[in-house]
């Protein structure tokens, strides 16, 4: 089905943040917009102003009647939702198109030069970075992203001169495999989702099918050190990118009084004085990343570092909600032990003498049971730890599998508790607090603001 034989568009997940990007960008383009969620959150409340018809109970009666013809109808998937879901087998028993999201996103780069950032993680705030800098640039670009971009206040970018649009590529469920990329950075391959992959051998294949869609004339972008032997097709340049070293990395690094600084090195010149709107240290290679796929396509050294300075993060990635001497808040969406490690040196990195907390909601029974140990490790990183209960998402209990076994796992010695999430501001009132982090891809961000107004309050 062609995009301009399309009238209505209906979504099976409507609210989650990769599908209300799309919801978004047909909303733009005219057409019906309806679909279901399983709850209501501040994002699909804002998507229903923007125009999208949004219900929350599983039940054919509530498809409008606008969604009714399968001949102009194209309904949207996302990948967490079950088979036996009763919208779905309605469309599927009336013979509807049905795509993933994935493949609409692979529809719509066919037409553009897609832009993509892949890896286990540091593809939201890479992808995130790359859009906010070409938008800002003579080059612009359309962006679908896998967070809110502050900067914008949302997460789809929309222009009707630039030939590029920048994408989230997900490796969940192998959706990337849809994309066509010009370019794409790879931040990172460790192993995840072993729900859907089974084995790490068959995730690194998974990426290596990924970096043979690259189109002839476009680049890959590698983080130097990656387990990835990649697959490009004939005519695709390989680029290596890493903090410190490869084709694209940063020297003359200065970390101080809260702000970052650095050099950016590229293939035939340094561009002086990069200074990080968000300075966390993670951010320096994530920085690196974007900023070599947009300079090879024609950014200017002024532009990139008026995109960087300016570039506001991303909701709930190193996402500071208090930020003073006596107090600092933030919450970060690390929920892979990778990210979570890479989140706490970075914090450490910037509070040295201060005493940090982290609140850890794991996400998923399967990969709390796969890494529970290096769950443990990661955390064991923090000063004190605050175990929610896990947050199960689209999976049923694994019997023996609770937060317990990180718990157990955590270096001895260390200030450590499990509590349920109703009772964690109840926890934390006591708690002397210097640095606060919330960490977690679950349902842990709906207590923020809570937790926010209490310690401003104290």
């Known amino acids: 089905m062609e995009i301009n034989q399309i009238k209505s568009v209906y979504f099976i997940g ?66 967490a939702i079950p088979e036996e879901h009763a919208e779905l087998r309605y469309f599927k028993d009336n013979n509807f198109e049905i795509q993933k999201r994935a493949q609409v996103l692979g529809t719509i780069t066919r037409a553009s030069k897609g832009l993509c ?41 929309l ?10 590529a997900d490796e969940f469920d192998r959706s990337f495999h849809w994309l066509h990329p010009y370019m794409s950075v790879i931040t990172s ?18 990426f290596e099918k990924y970096t043979s869609l690259i189109q002839p004339g476009g680049s890959l972008i590698i983080r130097k050190g990656v387990s990835l032997q990649p697959k490009v097709q004939e005519g695709v340049t390989v680029y290596t990118y890493s903090k410190e070293e490869g084709d694209f990395h940063a020297e003359n690094i200065r970390i101080g009084n809260g702000e970052i600084f650095f050099d950016f ?18 951010n320096i290679e994530n920085g690196v990343a974007a900023m070599a796929m947009c300079w090879l396509n024609g950014v200017t050294a002024e532009e990139l570092k008026s995109g960087m300075a300016s570039f506001r993060g991303v909701d709930r990635r190193f996402d500071f909600k208090i930020k003073n001497d006596k107090l600092v808040f933030l919450s970060d969406y690390a929920h892979h032990p990778s990210e979570i490690k890479q989140s706490v040196t970075s914090i450490r990195d910037l509070y040295q003498d201060k005493k940090i907390t982290g609140v850890f909601q794991p996400h998923l029974y399967s990969r709390t049971n796969d890494f529970y140990k290096e769950f443990a490790e990661s955390l064991s990183l923090l000063d004190e730890v605050i175990l929610l209960d896990i947050y199960p998402a689209r999976e049923l ?31 934390l009132k006591d708690k002397q607090i210097e640095v606060l982090i919330t960490l977690g891809a679950g349902d842990i961000d709906n207590y923020v603001g809570d937790i926010q107004k209490m310690l401003e309050n104290r």
């Open 117 to 157: 950032a892949a890896g286990t993680h540091g593809k939201t705030t890479t992808s995130t970075m790359t859009a906010h800098i070409l938008y800002q640039s003579k080059v612009g670009c359309t962006a679908f992203l896998g967070g809110i971009a502050k900067n914008y206040q949302s997460n789809l970018l």
């Open 397 to 427: 209990p694994i019997p023996g599998v609770t937060s317990k076994l990180i718990y157990d796992n955590l270096r001895e010695g260390m200030e450590k508790c499990m509590c349920p999430k109703e009772q964690l501001l109840e926890v």
């Open 14 to 79: 409507a609210g989650g943040i990769g599908m209300s990007a799309l919801v978004r960008y047909f909303l733009s383009k005219g057409k019906y917009v309806a679909g279901y969620d399983r709850t209501p959150s501040e994002l699909t409340e804002k998507l229903i102003e923007e125009g999208a018809h949004i219900h929350y109970t599983e039940d054919i009666k509530l498809i409008p009647t606008e969604c009714l013809d399968k001949e102009s109808t194209l309904v949207i998937l996302t990948p």
């Open 265 to 282: 090195v590229t293939p035939t010149e340094t561009i002086k004085d990069i200074q990080l709107g968000v300075p966390v240290s993670i």
């Open 159 to 168: 222009s009707d001169k630039s030939e590029f649009t920048v994408i989230e």
């Open 189 to 206: 391959t460790d192993p995840d989702h072993l729900d859907i992959y089974g084995t790490e051998e068959a995730y690194l294949e998974s």
